[in-house]
Nanobody, 118 residues
Framework: VQLQASGGGLVQAGGSLRLSCASP????????????MGWYRQAPGKPRESVAI???????KYVDSVKGRFTISRDNTKKAVYLRMNNLQPEDTGVYYC?????????WGQGTLVTVSS
């Protein structure tokens, strides 16, 4: 599984971005075996933190700071997971990584930089 993350960029506070994480070469049976998909971020000088997690059953969890602003979703036909980010704030700045987990494997994308200016 190779994850391709995209969608980062520079945006003003209050703006929006949508991050994408796809693995087009992954066969469908492997995709359906992913137990958890998520987005993590790492701000400068800080440890990586979980931002949004989605289980195979569709349950979603968000870090408190993004609740009501960020939405994680998936597209099974495109074998992709997305993170819609609204009302972005400077504290959302960081490198965002997508992550897919099974009971045996842990896959990471290359990271996409989000910069929010005040």
């Amino acid at each position: 599984v190779q994850l391709q993350a995209s969608g980062g960029g520079l945006v003003q506070a209050g703006g929006s971005l949508r991050l994408s994480c796809a693995s087009p070469r992954t066969i469908l049976s492997v995709f359906w075996g992913i137990d958890e998909m998520g987005w993590y971020r790492q701000a400068p000088g800080k440890p990586r933190e979980s931002v949004a997690i989605m289980s195979r059953s569709g349950d979603r969890k968000y870090v408190d700071s993004v609740k009501g602003r960020f939405t994680i979703s998936r597209d099974n036909t495109k074998k992709a997971v997305y993170l819609r980010m609204n009302n972005l704030q400077p504290e959302d700045t960081g490198v965002y990584y997508c992550n897919w987990k099974t009971d045996r494997e842990d896959y990471w994308g290359q990271g996409t930089l989000v910069t929010v200016s005040s």
